[in-house]
């Protein structure tokens, strides 16, 4: 795999000239530093996130929680109602939350931004199984997620050290280019959303990645082009921060002022039992436009999944079951189980 992927351009020399940074990325449409945040803490933060990983059962038992060695058998992922449960219980750390706010990630999203930012509050954390590569969060661009404005940044950054065959994320450098939101179809994956690169000649579908180390950090705006590479490992479980920033003054999508949604949480459940108070509601001292999410990528994303149900898909088959099986009690599930009637799969 490592042969067909080219390097990350590191930054770190670029680190304190906000001008090259942003020629940077409106040239390459990301960034990509070596420890720009805290080996230490974030050796720290691994330890904390994964002992609750084991107590929720998806580490096995007696073994030390940063070596991560999943139970496999315990596979899941999101929208999947087990992994609410245990997801559920990481989101509401308080130490999970706290590291989007750390000086150096903020500082360094504000070099690249040229005006003064706001983390998002839907924080999220990406936990990965190893073996379960159908699952992998296909090839995307935020927007269709997280909306707002295109000048959205995700900082994404491994827990921990993350090789290739664990799983890291890779980006097509210069895909932000194309300046609009690219069609996106239906896919298994975090998102549920892939685009089909093939479908867009503009992009040269060059992937570029590394092997990254605890403290790296990796920097781009909702247009660029994105996936997760596979966990190839045999037995070890991925774990990432994946936490968004914006201007201050610049739209923000209503559902991301929300806990991320398969924690299946309120922010009362998330705060019930922090030691502190700073950060809670943080975001209501800022001033940025509301507005209201766009449902329509994932109602095609799921009209899709319905057409290539009929058609025989297993994969669009697993995901109206899932439908079915975790959300009951929606127009989803409903249209769901028409599809399986007619097919006489139920």
């Not at 940077?24 to 990983?53: C, S, V």
């Not at 999943?70 to 999970?96: I, L, N, P, R, W």
């Not at 459940?269 to 975001?283: I, M, P, R, T």
């Amino acid at each position: 795999m490592a042969d067909e992927i080219r390097a990350l351009r590191v930054s770190n020399e670029a680190m304190d000239d906000p001008a090259e940074l942003q020629r940077r990325m409106a040239d390459e449409g990301y960034l990509f530093f070596r420890r720009l945040q805290n080996p230490n803490k974030m050796r720290e933060l691994r330890q904390e996130m994964m002992a609750t990983i084991q107590r929720v059962g998806w580490l096995v038992a007696g073994t030390d929680p940063t070596d991560a060695i999943a139970d496999v058998s315990k596979q899941c992922t999101e929208g999947h109602k087990e992994y609410s449960a245990g997801y559920g219980e990481v989101y509401k750390m308080e130490a999970f939350h706290r590291a989007a706010h750390w000086p150096e990630v903020t500082a360094m999203v504000e070099k690249i931004v040229g005006r003064p930012i706001m983390p998002h509050p839907q924080k999220i954390a990406r936990i990965w199984f190893p073996k379960y590569t159908e699952h992998t969060t296909p090839t995307h661009q935020d927007f269709v997620h997280f909306q707002g404005n295109f000048e959205t940044y995700t900082c994404w950054a491994p827990v921990g050290d993350c090789p290739m065959e664990l799983g890291g994320l890779a980006v097509i450098p210069g895909s932000h280019k194309v300046n609009r939101v690219l069609e996106h179809h239906f896919s298994l994956g975090a998102g549920s959303l892939v685009v089909e690169t093939d479908e867009h000649p503009e992009i040269d579908p060059i992937w570029h990645s590394t092997d990254y180390e605890a403290g790296d950090t990796l920097i781009f705006p909702a247009l660029t082009i994105h996936k997760a590479l596979p966990n190839y490992t045999e037995d070890n479980l991925r774990l990432s921060l994946d936490n968004r920033y914006q201007a201050v003054g610049d739209p923000i999508a209503e559902h991301m002022l929300e806990p991320h949604g398969p924690s299946a949480l309120g922010w009362e459940d998330v705060y019930a039992n922090w030691s502190a108070d700073d950060l809670k509601y943080y975001w209501r001292n800022y001033d940025n436009p509301v507005v209201p999410r766009d449902m329509s990528y994932a109602e095609k994303g799921f009209a899709e999944a319905l057409d290539m149900a009929r058609a025989g898909n297993e994969q669009a088959l697993y995901r109206l079951r899932q439908t079915i099986k975790n959300t009951p009690d929606t127009p989803n599930a409903e249209k769901a189980q028409g599809v399986l009637v007619e097919m006489g799969l139920t």
